[in-house]
């Protein structure tokens, strides 16, 4: 797979501290975290275009980023709250103008 | 935030019936994109047409764009039950990386 997840899912403690791990094969310099609940659509947490930056998105409260390598976006709950049990999708696409966007299998965690 | 919203948010067809789905969106774009999820998947690429771009094809896919209106369409001629899933259109900005902006979703229901 071009873009892969981990954990594909999670279960975690109100408080707990979680890392979801995004990894791409792609090469891509911009990667995104989305989350999608039911009747929200998706919305975008972090984004970064390019190894080193990172920026928020629409929904940052809670979550934090870090894409030390290119290849890598990993994206953090420092105090898990439940309602950030949510699918979280990792995606990646070109840098230059838009383009089509390709994404992870998705990681489903659930915060008791 | 999101700018596309679907039309219908559900839709139920039998084999070899074509589907239609409708996208608003509010603000001037790039270029518009449609995506499939089926359940339980990451979102899948399916088609982008630019904003200088009326209509374009792939396979048994068109899609319209109307910059007009801010409305786009996707339609699927003689559909199969393996289309069966969830449709999303999704606008690109200037901002936020061209992360993209995803509407709720059309589901898509296909029966033999």
């Known amino acids: 797979a071009d873009v892969t997840q981990t954990p594909r899912n999670g279960i975690t403690k109100t408080g707990k501290r979680i890392m979801l791990e995004c990894s791409q094969t792609k090469g891509h310099d911009r990667m995104y975290w989305y989350r999608q609940d039911p009747g929200m659509g998706l919305r975008l947490i972090h984004y970064?275009?390019?190894?080193?930056?990172?920026a928020k998105g629409e929904v940052p409260d809670g979550y934090n980023v870090s894409r030390l390598k290119k290849q890598n976006f990993l994206l953090g709950l420092e105090s898990a709250a439940p309602s950030q049990t949510s699918v979280y999708f990792c995606v990646s696409s070109y840098l230059l103008g838009p383009s089509e966007q390709y994404f992870g299998p998705g990681t489903r965690l659930t915060v008791t | 935030s999101q700018q596309g919203e679907e039309d219908p948010q559900a839709l139920s067809i039998q084999e070899g019936e074509n589907a239609t789905m409708n996208c608003s969106y509010k603000?001037?774009?790039?270029?518009l994109q449609w995506y499939r999820q089926n359940s339980g998947r990451g979102l899948v690429h399916l088609i982008l047409?630019?904003?200088?771009?009326r209509e374009k094809h792939s396979g048994r896919l068109r899609v319209t764009l109307d910059t007009s209106k801010k409305s786009s369409s996707l339609l699927i001629t003689a559909s199969r039950a393996a289309d069966t899933a969830s449709y999303f259109c999704a606008t690109d900005g200037w901002n936020s990386g061209y992360a993209l902006n995803f509407g709720k979703g059309t589901s898509l229901l296909v029966t033999p």
């Open positions: 970064s275009v390019g190894e080193g930056t990172t």
């Open positions: 603000t001037s774009i790039n270029n």
């Open positions: 047409i630019r904003s200088n771009e």
